[in-house]
């Protein structure tokens, strides 16, 4: 443990102070933001354009190599591109509604009742968090480089991103009703964000970063979308559409491509 520390030098201080700026306490913030100017399934579309903008500056930093008129390249890209339209088609096309099952609870949507004020300023916020979510993957891979320990790089930069955040708490709001907590579904969400959403996020997205590279990770999060169509049909009474399935299909077509053409290349190293 000793040694993990000796190797914390500014100079990888500064990239994991940087790290958690960028990836943890910027978007964050932007995001709950945001998504108090506008509706949950407004704010999820945002999420779907990370891989595409990691992707790009992944090329750009040189991290990861296009080889477009290769196979593998064009693999790469074509998933990229489905997965991304998938989860617009997903979000924007709606068509037939099918019943496949009833829902466990019975639920109403309050998007139905709640018209969201300030539309454009959450746009603006919500694009903002992805553009620094998706700037997080490339500076993670310089904080693998020069602070190879990974977990406690984690650590650091869940415990700098947490005071960052606070700050900006401590600026934003300063009603102090605001800031105290009861044994509520408030806990609870607070809790759940802190240990799995956080926490368990930042570790296994940073690992597989060290294996994968930066643009391995965001691949998946256009599956967040399925998950949560699917699980909003089962729990809360969500309807299924034609736009959902096709979508849904879409995006796991987009990701098996990518990940076929992502072994072929590791193959060829």
């Known amino acids: ?40 399934s407004y704010a999820a579309i945002f999420q779907n354009i990370v891989p595409l903008i990691t992707f790009i500056l992944s090329i750009v930093f040189r991290m990861e190599k296009l080889r477009f008129r290769t196979v593998t390249g064009s693999l790469k890209v074509a998933g990229i591109l489905l997965a991304v339209g998938g989860t617009m088609l997903l979000s924007f096309y709606k068509g037939k509604t099918l019943h496949l099952w009833g829902s466990i609870l019975h639920y109403h949507s309050y998007e139905k ?7 454009v300023r959450g746009t603006i916020l919500l694009l903002g968090s992805s553009l620094t979510f998706a700037c997080w993957y490339p500076i993670q891979s310089m904080v693998n480089e020069v602070y190879p320990h990974k977990y406690w790089s984690s650590l650091a930069t869940c415990f700098l991103g947490g005071l960052q955040t606070t700050l900006i708490g401590i600026i934003l709001r300063r009603d102090r009703n605001s800031w105290k907590l009861g044994w509520d579904l408030q806990l609870l969400t607070i809790v759940y964000t802190g240990v799995l959403a956080t926490a368990v996020r930042y570790n296994l997205e940073s690992w597989a970063v060290t294996k994968r590279g930066p643009v391995y990770p965001p691949m998946f999060i256009p599956l967040i979308t399925v998950f949560t169509t699917v699980l909003g049909s089962i729990f809360l009474g969500d309807a299924i559409t034609i736009g959902s399935m096709l979508g849904a299909a879409t995006v796991i077509t987009g990701l098996y491509i990518f990940l076929w053409g992502k072994s072929k290349e590791l193959h060829r190293k």
């Open 1 to 40: 443990m000793r040694g993990m520390w000796k190797e914390m030098n500014w100079r990888a201080f500064g990239w994991i102070c940087l790290n958690s700026c960028i990836g943890y306490a910027l978007p964050t913030c932007l995001n709950y933001y945001g998504l108090r100017d506008t509706t949950p």
């Open 113 to 119: 009742e709640y018209a969201a004020n300030h539309h």
